[in-house]
């Protein structure tokens, strides 16, 4: 079965310093994967995304995360944090289920950012 | 284009009540979902339609129905609301069977009191 899981419910980061988000997949194919942004009382927006090729993805809002077959891992990674970075991240694999493909979600991890 | 667009935005039931949120897409995307997303469990799959006419359940289908009679809509309904189905609920759509990315609605907020 095809699984998602972020470590850490809750990370907490003062501004400018490094964000790091930990995302860990299992997918019996290769992965299409995927990071979506919550913000407070919004829908969920897409920061970026693996499918195939380079395994370091560029994303939006300085955002960046590192496929790692070896490791099963896609953890999202940003330079330094902005207030505006507040907000809960998911990790997603796209998983053939049915029939279909699925978007398979984490639980999610609210970044909070500190003054 | 206003891509996925969800209504209503908030609404309170009691329990044993009826209702349909209403979800569009502009986008001519064959695929439409619903999602409910409850704190510390990510967002779980409800039902899904792979093409107007065509719908099955997901992880989570007890207590909802759907239906898809054109390509834009995907109204997902609760025939008798339970306070189990206090959650917010975002609908998404992307082209085709493919795997790619998904467009998600701003979400509706149920309380099921």
């Known amino acids: 079965a095809q699984s998602v899981t972020q470590l850490g419910s809750h990370v907490s980061v003062s501004e400018g310093a490094l964000v790091l988000l930990r995302c860990n997949y299992s997918s019996s194919v290769p992965p299409y994967l995927f990071w979506y942004v919550q913000y407070p009382n919004q829908g969920l927006q897409l920061l970026l995304k693996y499918t195939t090729g380079a395994t370091l993805v560029k994303g939006i809002n300085g955002f960046e995360a590192e496929f790692k077959k070896s490791e099963t891992s896609f953890h999202l990674t940003k330079p330094s944090a902005h207030m505006s970075d507040a907000a809960e991240y998911f990790c997603a694999v796209s998983a053939w289920m049915d029939s279909s493909y699925k978007l398979i979600f984490g639980s999610g991890t609210r970044l909070l950012v500190r003054p | ?113």
């Not at chain 2, 009826?18 to 409850?38: G, K, V």
């Not at chain 2, 093409?51 to 909802?64: C, H, L, R, S």
């Not at chain 2, 759907?66 to 206090?86: H, K």
């Open chain 2, 1 to 113: 284009n206003a891509g996925v667009t969800q209504t209503p935005k908030f609404q309170v039931l009691k329990t044993g009540q009826s209702m349909t949120l209403q979800c569009a897409q502009d986008m001519n995307h064959e695929y439409m979902s619903w999602y409910r997303q409850d704190p510390g469990m990510g967002l779980r799959l409800i039902h899904y339609s792979v093409g107007a006419g065509i719908t099955d359940q997901g992880e989570v289908p007890n207590g909802y129905n759907v239906s898809r009679s054109t390509t834009e809509d995907f109204p997902l309904r609760l025939l008798s609301a339970a306070p189990s189905q206090t959650s917010v609920y975002f609908c998404a759509s992307r082209a085709g069977r493919t795997r790619e990315t998904q467009y998600f609605g701003p979400g509706t907020r149920l309380l099921v009191l």
